[in-house]
DNA sequence: TCAATAGGTAATTTCAAAAATATATGATGA
DNA sequence: TCATCATATATTTTTGAAATTACCTATTGA
């Protein structure tokens, strides 16, 4: 018997994860209110499966709640922006240094292949294709998580990807596509990573980061 | 009228915080299976309200819940362990830092109260007192909170506090308690607060922690 | 004796409706 | 006109039970 995965799969995971999508990439936008019988309309599920990932969100910090007066997504602002994006350098820079001594020729590997897999879609984007922003987003992903995969702490990879999310959705609110700068850093970070240069991995890491706040921040896309 | 602060609050929240507390202080120990009939008459509460708290738990990385088979408290090992610490070591030496650079005279204030209370009651501990460790573990929480109360960002203090609360679960398990050695490395840690000198601040609290760890790991309390 | 299967039991997952709470509406009195 | 209070509506919270899935036991056949 073919025992094809994701069959075990309850169907209150399934609306969870499509959830938690449509507040990542927007299409359910900041401080919207989230009225549980509309939800259940639209995502055709009960009240209280809803209630349950609801409060996954919750923790995550996706949504917030106050009181007995229901759920809404979590509003924005340039502030906790900032406070994101030094999350994100302080762990995964961190994460980087140690997977950058740990990791073995197959780490390698994995980091070859997915700068390969992000670079060719970076190429279509600058060619004007802005079709597949999600994919794109995806193997953005998963290039960084590849190069920190070595860190030795699945507490520190798991931390560092919630933290991720949370950035990835502030950068597709402010529509962040700065030229081929993105590209170029992907590549020294590339380079750096198989030279085993911690200090510069680091380095294109963090000005990686900082230029992309500084760079949605001056483009007025978050109202502070 | 008195609005009396939690007239609004909600029942799960309130079965959430005991059964959070339950799991941390070890009420309900490691890798207990959590039947929902079970809790539901243990707590006085509906097999939907117990699923809520239970799923928010679950994100927290308290309890586990594999595929269709229900919930069950964390299991702990001597590597999560080592992971636990190397991340509060990672946050909260950063936060320590901050907070040394931008702490006012409030934040001193703060601190130096914190270190009040946390070292009379490690006075009473000395005598032989083990009968409040539930309030000194508040206490040792709300003086490293008051130290790194000044860094800047609320996400950083969300994380800590995750983080925190995870080790302090496994300082319960392992009924930790170093004499002496603790309440010295408070007082050196509030004196270089004070000092605001952070490398000597950071340097103690590398030790605090390690020292723990080192400690519960060999005292074999546990079983990797 | 062992493996495989079928049936029954126990658990989790999902639902729809009742209870509790908050919000909006309108009437009353100063 | 404005604030206050009572009423009605809308929303959230909680419940108890139905539907689904996993687990255990015993029977069959080799």
Redesign the pocket.
Known sequence: MLDQPG?????????YRRIRSDIIFGRLPPGQ????????AQY?????????L?NRLLVEGLIV???????EVMPVSAERWQEIAAMRELLECHALRQSIEYGDVEWEGRVVAAHHKLATLEKQLLAGDRSQTETWKRYDWEFHHALISCCGSKALLDTHSAIFDKYLRYQIIAVVFRGDAAAREHRELLKAALKRDADAATAVLVKHIRDCVQYTIKSGALAS
Chains 1, 2 share one sequence.
């Open positions: 069959s075990t799969e309850t169907i209150g995971e399934k609306t209110k989230l009225r549980l019988e509309r939800l259940s055709e599920t009960s009240i209280a499966t809803l209630r349950e609801l709640a106050e009181g007995q007066r229901g759920f």
